[in-house]
């Protein structure tokens, strides 16, 4: 797999298209976008590329059935078309999802939850008659292989970055705000997620049934910040570089510990699958218009389904479950509480959200199990604990912990982006940049660094 | 120029990476045959600028090369000297140095690009041939430099360890056998007629006591130091045997760099500190010191290398401690699925380099003991239960080292 965060991506591939992509004139930048973009997935996934061109041709196919000119009625042979669409696009998703999580034989291919979701909201959008222009085939495959989302998203919508009236313009200001929000993105993935990564390995090598609960909570705080410093870190670079590219930059993290009330988080937090959900799932199925029976069951469906989409062990179900029941007592039974006293929600989201995460993580029930009882030990006592361990390990990892923290607050965020073009700011991130490329070459010339024993 | 200036006004940021990227490209490439020649470099995957950074962690500085010259013409003065009075003997020595560096880059090489078997066997048939020659040649030099020394005895890796004849009927040889779990076998272990030199010369303590197997308490451990990585780390924090011993350990330290840097020192009262190895064998004798290293090496060197450094460090031991019983702790292997998924860090090598300093192990002062049955399964894998990485005993798991400690004690036998 191709990372952003690989020196050959900073290095080798990312500069060389780039320099491709600004010298070819702008009408036959799609086909360069494209060309790379197959490239670099096949650099990631081999031969799956070609799986990815395949589903990438049908769809466009089946695309141009399914779109209708004329706006007034959906035609018989569109709807054939988006249902054979969909059958196509959601079962080899569900199959391979299955296949992979029941074998060692099939591996899920690099990307696939985000490409086919991105596959089936082009259909769904062309057959409710979003899309108004009828898609070309280069604008069609450009937007389902693009490299900066191919392998993890965010999850662009055809219509809100640019493909709806081709508005795509490369400019200088977007070039360094791209580039800006590339090297912020690369310094909370290398230099904060992958230092709390450590942390958490180190918990798993003691063995939940001998930390203390200090240490226990400060393995959920830590594993929060660190998929956030990740994910957010991912999804910043990938904004960056599409920003470069002439793409409209796509928000998919909206400070969400800074959330009130979970639901409220789930608006901010990937947020490109959470509307994905909410325009393909949730609505369709009657949202919370149809009386609050429907309402839970609807919300039920739509986190089961957000669960499985991340996994198909039986951690993810739960995980997606408690979501689910935290979403409806929240939404039924302390709604008003919360709108009252914005605080609960706070605590709700500062104190659930981790235990949450610890759920996502842990994909051995019996090592969840032990994990909860360690987080609260009047349900059992621990093995060999060592009551040290807490101060042990903050005392390294406080820095990276205090960061992330600081930088869950909106505040200093915006203060960073406020004076991009500032030049200490210009010179954090250079530093920024080539500490986090230290970082990697370190890691890259010795691949045991994480396991230095 | 009024281009440039646009450039950096539009494109500040971007001016800044590329004009901070280019010196350090400079130097990488032009150090990439000079400083740099004993890093990897393969241009189309990797910067230049990757060398200077993989130097500055090494402590490899740019403008190292700026002095190293005069210490070069020193160096190379030096050994015009010593030239004179080793003739072709230094020249050898240096050769077959020169060939282990190389034999070792083979290994890696060989180790990163598949795991196979096949592939994993030329490169040990490869260490084994470099052992060979170092042997040798360190043979040669101990005659060159003191002819009163008699001839350095060398037995093939297999023989028997101890010295059968001076130990009594009746008392058992003490030392345990480095398990191969079958997934060695003796013909790949010492391809043909590897020989480990076992000149233990000036290792040996007191002759004429002998010493057995056999079960201790705890107090047996009040005058042991353990020195090694992260596992000891680890058996110092969660085996029951930190309030007894001392401990001398730090996270990723390997038998390469264990004497240049400062360990973490545990002494018997359970206080702490910073201390070199040499610190630590000069703060207070010790009846026993207990040695676990080899599993940050894995990926280093060959098993020849990693033998002779391992002995470099026992010398060490027996200068500062010369009435300890030394144990030599064999390397704990690695779970199933981390050996199956690495092509250094397997069981196969952890066997063979086990063997290798169970060889060191002289059965009158020096013992070579291994923990391996008391965590592994039949086929010799680390219980995945035991091990949260794979690596690592879980803290729940330490209890079965301290077992294997306690049971396995060196007592004398009259």
């Known amino acids: 797999m191709v990372l952003f965060n690989s020196l050959f991506f900073l290095f080798r591939f990312f500069p060389i298209f780039l320099i491709v992509y600004f010298i070819t004139p702008a009408r036959f930048r799609e086909v360069i976008l494209f060309f790379g973009s197959i490239i670099f997935y096949a650099m990631g996934a081999g031969y799956m590329a070609l799986g990815l061109t395949v589903l990438t041709i049908i769809n466009y196919i089946l695309g141009q059935m399914v779109f209708s000119a004329d706006k007034g009625g959906v035609k018989e042979k569109n709807k054939r078309a988006f249902y054979i669409a969909i059958f196509i696009d959601a079962g080899s998703l569900i199959l391979f999802k299955v296949l992979s999580g029941l074998t060692d034989k099939v591996v899920l291919p690099l990307g696939f939850s985000f490409y086919l979701f991105k596959m089936i909201s082009y259909q769904a959008d062309l057959f409710r008659g979003e899309i108004t222009r009828r898609p070309d085939i280069i604008d069609t495959v450009v937007y389902f292989t693009m490299f900066p989302q191919v392998t993890q998203g965010p999850i662009m919508r055809w219509n809100n970055v640019g493909f709806e009236k081709r508005e795509r313009t490369v400019s200088v200001k977007a070039f360094n705000d791209g580039l800006f929000f590339f090297v912020l993105g690369l310094g909370m993935k290398v230099l904060l997620a992958d230092p709390l990564s450590t942390l958490w390995n180190e918990i798993g090598k003691i063995g939940y049934e001998s930390i203390s609960t200090p240490l226990a909570w400060m393995g959920a705080v830590c594993y929060s910040l660190r998929l956030y410093m990740d994910f957010w870190g991912y999804s910043l670079m990938a904004a960056g570089i599409g920003m470069i590219l002439g793409f409209h930059f796509v928000v998919n993290f909206i400070h969400p510990y800074w959330a009130c009330g979970i639901a409220d988080f789930y608006r901010r937090w990937h947020a490109t699958l959470g509307a994905w959900f909410r325009d393909y799932i949730y609505i369709p199925l009657g949202g919370s218009r149809k009386g609050k029976l429907r309402t839970v069951l609807n919300l039920l469906v739509v986190w089961v389904l957000t669960g499985l989409w991340h996994g198909i062990t039986p951690n993810f179900l739960i995980w997606g479950g408690v979501l689910a029941v935290l979403i409806i007592w929240e939404k039924f039974v302390v709604g008003g509480l919360i709108s009252r006293f914005p605080i609960i929600g706070h605590l709700h989201v500062w104190l659930l959200i981790p235990l949450t995460w610890v759920i996502f993580a842990i994909t051995d029930l019996k090592d969840l199990l032990i994990y909860f009882e360690r987080l609260f030990p009047f349900f059992g006592s621990g093995i060999n604990v060592n009551t040290g361990d807490f101060m042990k390990q903050a005392m390294v990892y406080w820095p990276f912990l205090l960061v992330s923290l600081l930088l869950c607050t909106p505040h200093w965020y915006r203060l960073i982006v406020k004076n991009r073009r500032k030049m200490p700011v210009i010179l954090i991130l250079t530093a920024v940049f080539w500490i986090s490329v230290y970082r990697i070459v370190i890691s890259a010339s010795n691949p045991f660094m994480y396991f230095s024993f | ?414």
């Open chain 2, 1 to 414: 120029m009024r281009f440039l200036q646009m450039l950096w006004k539009k494109y500040t940021l971007l001016c800044i990476l590329a004009l901070t990227s280019l010196p350090l490209t400079i130097l990488g490439w032009t150090g990439r045959s000079g400083l740099y020649s004993g890093y990897e470099f393969t241009p189309l995957t990797q910067p230049g600028l990757t060398l200077v950074m993989e130097g500055i962690h090494d402590g490899v500085y740019p403008w190292g090369d700026m002095f190293k010259p005069k210490e070069e013409e020193a160096e190379k003065g030096a050994a015009e000297d010593s030239a004179a009075l080793l003739t072709s003997e230094g020249a050898a020595e240096e050769a077959v140095s020169a060939q282990s560096e190389s034999e070792t880059g083979t290994e890696q090489t060989a180790a990163a690009s598949t795991a196979s078997a096949g592939a994993a066997s030329t490169a040990s048939a490869g260490a084994g041939t470099t052992a060979k020659a170092s042997a040798q040649s360190t043979t040669q030099y101990s005659e060159a430099e003191d002819a009163e020394v008699e001839k350095v005895e060398t037995i093939p890796a297999n023989a028997v360890h101890g010295d059968p004849d001076t130990i009594p009927d009746g008392v058992c040889n003490p030392v345990m056998q480095a398990e191969d779990y079958d997934v060695v076998n003796v013909a790949f272990l010492s391809p043909d007629d590897t020989e480990y030199n076992t000149d233990t010369e000036g290792i040996f303590a007191k002759n004429g006591i002998y010493f057995m197997l056999g079960p201790v308490d705890e107090t047996y451990f009040a005058d042991a130091l353990f020195i090694g990585d992260s596992r000891t780390v680890g058996l110092c924090e969660y085996g029951s045997l930190k309030e007894n011993a001392a401990f001398l350990a730090k996270e990723s330290v390997n038998v390469y760099n264990v004497l240049d840097k400062e360990l973490w020192f545990t002494d018997h009262d359970g206080e702490g500190w910073d201390y070199t190895v040499e610190e630590a064998l000069k703060y207070e004798t010790y009846g026993k010191v207990y040695v676990a290293l080899g599993v940050n090496e894995l990926g280093i060197g060959t098993t020849y290398m990693y033998y002779e450094k391992y002995r470099e460090l026992l010398e060490l031991i027996r200068e500062y401690q010369p009435d300890a019983l030394i144990y030599i702790q064999g390397i704990m292997h690695v779970s199933e699925n981390k050996s199956r998924s690495d092509s250094c860090r397997n069981n196969t090598v952890i066997c063979q380099r086990n063997y290798a300093i169970s060889t060191l192990a002289n059965g009158r002062d020096i013992y070579y003991i291994d923990m391996n049955p008391y965590v592994c399964n039949a086929n010799g894998d680390l219980i995945e239960d035991l091990s949260g990485d794979g690596i690592h005993l879980k803290a729940s798991a330490y209890e079965r080292w301290d077992r294997s400690l306690m049971e396995n004690a060196i007592v004398i036998g009259e």
